[in-house]
């Protein structure tokens, strides 16, 4: 068997890697000519833990070859980008994936199977890759194979999750679910769950939606304590007493290529029904404009004030800055006009304003942490109070443990009220 995968981003390369590592001979196809030179020539490098070792080995073996030029195969997988159009009804631009469907026409035959894992709306494959088959007199379940298979993977353990999550495999018809089915099993060990292919496209979006709704509950009520008086974080630890209750904690937004563009793809189809969603993910948008407000609140009077920001990946531990809350924050305190310096020990950048943790935080008048890296986490951050001008930790993630942060004044969602004139607070 051959299979050939269209885009070697975050979910494509290491897709393919997997069915490298099971003895299988894979063909990566991008657009992106550099990449394909630094993979064939064994020069690739990542930080997504494993993948580095699983490349080496697939580059070594030859089982792994990658091209610019569409080449036969028995299976096509298709993990290209769908990004939203950024205009008011959020559309989204499926260039990419016709694009690949045009290569893989000139090179497939029939009998073969195309997968798609790119996200997209329920209805796209009938309405849009359906008909565009057609055209070429493909007709789905009769001349190929074709199904959808949602990835559902978390950065920093891609491989792990890859391997151990449970699947969901739409197809077009029952046939196109098991042909689908064989190929995953090759090396998922997860539960593996068949369905139509509308259903299969809807779950995903709901999967990343659910949770954006929840972290929306949590920071529209941070707002409101705050505005209140109230410590939020003691609010929610108390609710949480409940047997029925798990509300998340707040921060500062909603970050990566899932969580803050999925919930679209259903309003943008539904925009009269799915108030909750639009009004959710509103509320985690505005969470950015919301921190920068308070930090700029919590050094109001201070000559020149110098903020030192820690973390500007949109979760921890991973150096994907895609659609990061903490870099749009960054970009608003520094269209105010404050003076930045950033720590992040898990980007790579030439940006003169990132800097080492010391350099960081000397001078600094606040200190805002963004993302709870585990360094962060751990962090004692006594050795730099002396450093500083004024002694501010403004800690958007609760994540620094009290006795690491002696001497500074720590503010968090809970007790930010008690920082802020809780009248002039912003409601963003």
């Known amino acids: 068997m051959k299979i050939s995968v ?14 490298a590592k ?12 550099e990449l394909i030179q630094n993979i064939n020539s064994g020069s690739l490098l990542t930080n997504e833990p ?11 073996s030859r089982r792994l070859i990658a091209s610019v030029i569409p080449q036969k195969a028995d299976v096509f997988i298709i993990a290209v980008p769908t990004p939203y159009i950024s205009n008011e ?9 016709i694009n690949a469907l045009q290569s893989i026409i000139s090179v497939m035959e029939k009998g073969n199977t195309i997968i798609i894992e790119s996200t997209i709306a329920p209805g796209t494959i009938n309405e849009i890759v359906i008909p565009f088959m057609r055209k070429y007199n493909y007709e789905p379940g009769v001349d190929f194979y074709l199904a959808h298979c949602p990835e559902r993977v978390l950065p920093s353990n891609i491989l792990g999750e890859m391997v151990n999550n449970n699947r969901i495999i739409g197809g077009v018809t029952t046939k196109c679910s098991q042909k689908a089915t064989e190929i995953y099993k090759i090396f998922c060990e997860g539960e593996i769950h068949q369905t139509d292919v509308r259903t299969a496209e809807m779950s995903k979006l709901v999967e990343n939606t659910f949770r954006d709704v929840n972290i929306a509950f949590a920071n529209e009520l941070a707002k409101i304590c705050n505005y209140l008086d109230l410590n939020v974080l003691e609010v929610i630890d108390l609710a949480n007493k409940h047997p ?3 509300i998340l904690e707040p921060g500062p937004g909603v970050g990566g290529h899932c969580l803050a563009v999925d919930p679209y793809f259903i309003v943008a189809k539904s925009p009269d029904l799915a108030k909750i969603i639009h009004l959710s993910r509103e509320t985690n948008s505005s969470m950015p ?9 919590l050094v109001r009077g201070i000559h020149n004030p110098k903020i030192a920001v820690l973390g500007v990946t949109y979760k921890a531990d991973v150096d994907d800055i895609r659609e990061s809350p903490a870099m749009e924050i960054v970009e608003l305190l520094s269209e105010a006009g404050f003076s930045l310096s950033i720590h992040d020990p898990h980007v790579r950048t030439i940006d003169p304003r990132f800097v080492s943790a010391e350099d960081a935080m000397r001078d600094a008048d606040l200190i805002l942490l963004l993302t709870d890296h585990t360094e962060f986490r751990a962090m004692d951050f006594s050795p730099y109070v002396k450093g500083m001008r004024n002694r501010m930790l403004f800690d958007t993630r609760n994540s620094v443990k009290a006795e690491n942060a002696q001497g500074m004044q720590t503010i968090n969602f809970g007790n930010l009220y008690q920082y802020v ?6 409601i963003a």
Not at 421 to 426: A, S
Request: glycine residues 8%.
């Open 289 to 297: 404009h919301y921190v920068a407000a308070n930090a700029e609140k």
């Open 244 to 246: 029925r209750v798990n």
């Open 22 to 33: 099971n003895n299988i001979k894979v063909i990566g196809i991008d657009i992106q000519e």
């Open 6 to 19: 269209y885009g070697l981003g975050y979910i494509g390369l290491p897709t393919a890697l997997m069915f």
């Open 50 to 60: 494993g993948l580095q070792e699983a490349y080496l080995e697939a580059h070594k």
């Open 89 to 97: 009804k959020r559309l989204f631009d499926y260039s990419y994936i």
């Open 421 to 426: 004139n809780h009248l002039e607070t912003v």
